[in-house]
Structures are given as C-alpha cells and as structure tokens.
C-alpha cells in the first residue's frame, strides 16, 4: 500500500480510503487483509483488465481532446463511392466544419468499394466513406449505421400513398431513373425487384443523386433514394414513401490500421456523433407516433434551430404506441 501511494503520489491513508470507497461501491471485497498485507481477491483479480481498460480509454480520450485543442490548420482527404455520395458526408461533417474551419475538407469519389479501399491503403485518402461489407480485410473499419432508402416519386403520381408504405411487386410500370455507377446499390434493389418478380421499367440513367432527384423533381421518373436526401425532395414537393421490404444496407468509415492522424480521428468522431444525434431524434419521434419521414423532417428542424441545447435528444415524449426504434 505504501509503494503504491508513492507511485500515485498520494497519502497511504487516501488511497486506502479510495479502495474501501470502491468495494462499498461495487459491493464487493477487492482485497483479503492479512495482518500488514493485501492480497487480491478472485474479484479483485478480474477487475484488473476491465480497469486497464478504463485507464487506456481515459488516456485516449486524454490524447484526443489534446489534439482538438491542437487542431489549427491542416486538411483531411476523404473517399467515397458512388452509394456514398459527397453531399452525405457534408451534411455528416458539418459539426466539424464548424468546430475547425482551418482544416481543409478534401473529398474524392471512387467507382467502388475496392477502389477505395486500395486507395486508402496506398494512402491516396486518409479516411473513406463505404457501403459494408468491403472486399478487402487488410483495413480498419468503423460502423456508422444503415443507408435506408426510400422511394421519391413526383408530385401527384397516381397509385403512390405516401401514408402507406408501397410493395415493391406493386410498383409495375413506375419509370425508374438509376445511376448505373452506383453498382453495389443497383444489385440490391434488382434483387429485391426480382424477388418480387418486378421487371423495372427504366426512364433515365444519370451520373448522381442530384440528378436522379432533379428528373423526379420533374416528372420524369422515380428514385431510390437515402433517408436525408428524401426529406430535401419532400420538402421540395415530391411523393416519398417507404418499401416493403425496405431497402437498406450498413454503411461507415474505412482507414488503415493504425491510429489515425489528430484532424482524421476528430473528424470520424464529430461524424458518428452528428449522425448519432440525427438518428436518435429520429427514433424518439417514432417512439412519439410519427411516420418516418416525418420525423426526419421533424428532427431536422429541431437540430439545426437547437443545436446549442443537446438536452432535448433525451427527453422522450410519451409514446403513442410501442414500437421498437429502427436503425437509419
């Protein structure tokens, strides 16, 4: 006990006092006294990993606050593919934007998941933004969530409730606009179409999502959309409706092993935590009675009006059924 104290630069009498504090805590002995000695407990001894554990996850956070202070100027090259378009990641990095307006945002598109993965092993982007699973095992991985997409049709297409979710085997002669680019998510939606025994009748194929919404926008054609852009196409007047079955896929960040660099790992950080404050709104409307897109409209007024007050994420209304949330 003596060297110990020494070693934490404290009384022997705090310390001992701090070890009683803990077993009155974890209502546990930690030690067996005998005479002048301690010897640990079998509880003792399997609290040593957790609490080094506790003790690295302390120091590493330590290290990341250190770098935010730190972070002035410098820039971040990021990856995506065309299932994870460049205006998702802008409205996911926004809070870091904010927090870091010296750090220069550099983003790149590759044609797919392989693609990216080989570039940000040869280090040509530092952090890459994917649909999951990725073809190669030799990079680090950070989930983020599930792309949900919904179906964006024109103001006014006959046959499309958008109170009523739609079975895909009755979207019969709906003209569909595609990005052909978009390889992965192209093969998920066909399959769920087969599945339904649906033979898509093709209106248009375009190079992004911009375009896919601006000949919806116009009559031309519906779309498979993601969760985020569908509220900008329902606020702009289209019909949005969700899918059965739903069409979704995981989706989150690709690096190489290793620590990431200061601007690198803050960014990943602020991006899991906006999305995390969009998705859990999300889920308390729903909790709350609301359709989906609802509440996306919903939680994205409140966050760009409330964004200083994190305290309303947690305060959930009493919910009109019992419904478990869904991953967005």
């Known amino acids: 006990m003596n060297r110990a104290a020494q070693h934490l630069h404290l009384a022997q009498a705090s310390l001992s006092q701090s070890i009683r504090q803990l077993e009155r805590e974890l209502k546990v002995p930690l030690f067996h006294r005998t005479g002048r000695s301690l ?4 509880a003792g001894r399997l609290l040593v990993e957790p609490a080094r554990k506790i003790l690295d996850d302390v120091l590493a956070a330590q290290d990341i606050m250190r770098a935010a202070r730190e972070l002035q100027v410098g820039s971040i090259t990021i990856g995506t593919m065309p299932e994870m378009s460049s205006e998702a ?3 996911w990095s926004g809070t870091f934007t904010r927090l870091h307006p010296g750090i220069r945002i550099d983003v790149q598109e590759y044609t797919s998941a ?24 030799s990079v680090a991985t950070v989930e983020l969530g599930v792309q949900r997409l919904l179906l964006v049709a024109p103001p006014g297409t006959p046959g499309v409730d958008p109170a009523e979710p739609l079975r895909l085997a009755r979207l019969g002669d709906l003209p569909l606009i595609i990005r052909p680019s978009a390889v992965r998510e192209q093969d998920i939606v066909g399959t769920l179409l087969r599945h339904e025994a649906v033979v898509p009748r093709i209106a248009a194929q375009v190079p992004n999502r911009h375009a896919q919404m601006t000949l919806v926008l116009q009559g031309a054609g519906a779309a498979f959309l993601p969760l985020r852009m569908a509220t900008a196409a329902s606020r702009a007047g289209a019909i949005v409706v969700e899918t059965r079955p739903e069409v979704r896929t995981p989706f989150g960040i690709v690096h190489r092993t290793g620590r990431l660099g200061a601007a690198a790992q803050s960014f990943v950080i602020e991006c899991k935590a906006e999305l995390d404050r969009w998705n859990n709104r999300i889920a308390v409307l729903q909790e709350s009675g609301l359709p989906l897109l609802a509440a996306a409209l919903r939680a994205d007024e409140e966050l760009k009006t409330r964004k ?21």
């Open 114 to 137: 392989g693609q990216l993965c080989e570039e940000v092993i040869a280090g040509n982007c530092e952090i890459g933004f994917t649909t999951f699973p990725v073809p190669n095992t």
């Open 89 to 91: 990641v802008a409205a």
């Open 308 to 328: 200083s007050d994190a305290s309303f994420v947690d305060a959930r209304p009493e919910p009109a059924r019992s419904t478990p949330p869904q991953p967005r």
């Open 39 to 42: 010897v640990p407990s079998p």
